[in-house]
Each structure stands twice: as C-alpha cells, then as structure tokens.
T-cell receptor, first 113, second 114 residues
Framework: AQSVTQPDIHITVSEGASLELRCNYSYGATPYLFWYVQSPGQGLQLLLKYFSGDTLVQGIKGFEAEFKRSQSSFNLRKPSVHWSDAAEYFCAVGGTSYGKLTFGQGTILTVHP | EPEVTQTPSHQVTQMGQEVILRCVPISNHLYFYWYRQILGQKVEFLVSFYNNEISEKSEIFDDQFSVERPDGSNFTLKIRSTKLEDSAMYFC????????????FGEGSRLTVL
C-alpha cells in the first residue's frame, strides 16, 4: 500500500528565510511524486511533480524538490520565503493505477514578517 | 486557463438527506476523481472514474455513495443518506488523457451535516 508521511504538522519561518518541508513516501514501484499547496478556502494547486529523470525538479513560485530514492524522500525547498507562501502544503504519491494519489497529512506554513 | 469548477461551494443538510455535489472537469480530460478532507485531516481518495465506469474506489466509498457522468460534461457525487461523519470538504479532480499525470483540483464543496 502506498503512504506518505509529512513529519512536520506546523512550521513557522521568518520572511526571507529558507524553507524545507519534509516528505517521506512508501510505494512498491516507481513513484510519481507531487507537492500541492492549499490556501485557506481554496482548492489544491500543483507546485511541482516528479515522474522521472532529473531528481531535482523546479516548480512554480520559486519552489523546488529533490527526489532521493535511497531515503524515500521528496523534500520541498525554497531559498527565500515570502509572506504569501503561508498556506498548507501537501505531498502526494501516485502511480499508474488510474492516477490515484495518496496524500500526506499536510504541513501548515506560517510566515512571520 | 482551464479549471475544474464545483458547485455548491457550501451545502448544509440534515442527517439522512440526499446530497448531490456537482463538478465540471476540464473539457478534454478523461480521468475523474472525488477526494474528501475532513477538517484537520488529510485529503482522502474516494473514487476514480474512467471510460464511464468506476476504476477504483476506497473503503470509504460504500453503498451510500455513487458517481455519475450524466451528460459528458458534469461529474457528480451523490450521497444517498448523509451521516454526521460525512461532513467534510469534497474535492473533484480531473486528469488528462494519460494514466500518469497531474490531477487538477476544484476549489471544493464544503458539506455540513447537522
């Protein structure tokens, strides 16, 4: 069975600081990995995805993530956080089974001015 | 930019009532999904739909739930007899023409069961 763990429920950073959100997955085959962001009252917006190839993937809004197969991780990073990045971030894993995604618990990001 | 739209944005209903949540997926997409998120919990898969039939469903998706694509554009989730524990945000999603790809989510329908 596939699963995703996001160890940090809530992270607080100062504006301009760097950010890393952790994600560990369990999946029996080659995983397809995603990071989505959800602002209050909004739907889920895709930040970036990993299907194959280069293990460092770039996304929207200056985010990047690195796939590390040996660690079963897909951590999200941003070098300098903006106040508008405050939201909840979800890591998800999927495969070829009609594209069903399994989500992690989510990490709430608070940004202090 | 094409988007997935959901209606209603918020519905309040009495326990035991039937509810239909509606979704208009992106027009050329072939794969459709319903997810739900109970307040404070993770986003959970309910059902996937492809080629006019359910392709996969979770254990949450019991006989009280059904999905339909009645007219080639809408994709609906029906809950026949709502329970208090059905209160959640329900997200519709669609995906293009490949089994592998990103899901595009709607903004959700919040269901409150009293």
């Amino acid at each position: 069975a596939q699963s995703v763990t996001q160890p940090d429920i809530h992270i607080t950073v100062s504006e301009g600081a760097s950010l890393e959100l952790r994600c560990n997955y369990s999946y029996g085959a080659t995983p397809y990995l995603f990071w989505y962001v959800q602002s209050p009252g909004q739907g889920l917006q895709l930040l970036l995805k990993y299907f194959s190839g280069d293990t460092l993937v770039q996304g929207i809004k200056g985010f990047e993530a690195e796939f590390k197969r040996s660690q079963s991780s897909f951590n999200l990073r941003k070098p300098s956080v903006h106040w508008s990045d405050a939201a909840e971030y979800f890591c998800a894993v999927g495969g070829t089974s009609y594209g069903k995604l399994t989500f992690g618990q989510g990490t709430i990001l608070t940004v202090h001015p | 930019e094409p988007e997935v739209t959901q209606t209603p944005s918020h519905q309040v209903t009495q326990m035991g009532q039937e509810v239909i949540l509606r979704c208009v997926p992106i027009s050329n997409h072939l794969y459709f999904y319903w997810y739900r998120q109970i307040l404070g919990q993770k986003v959970e898969f309910l059902v996937s739909f492809y080629n006019n039939e359910i392709s996969e469903k979770s254990e949450i998706f019991d006989d009280q739930f059904s999905v339909e694509r009645p007219d080639g554009s809408n994709f609906t989730l029906k809950i026949r007899s709502t329970k208090l524990e059905d209160s959640a945000m329900y997200f519709c999603a669609s995906k293009g023409t490949s089994r592998v790809g990103e899901l595009f989510f709607g903004e959700g329908s919040r269901l409150t069961v009293l």
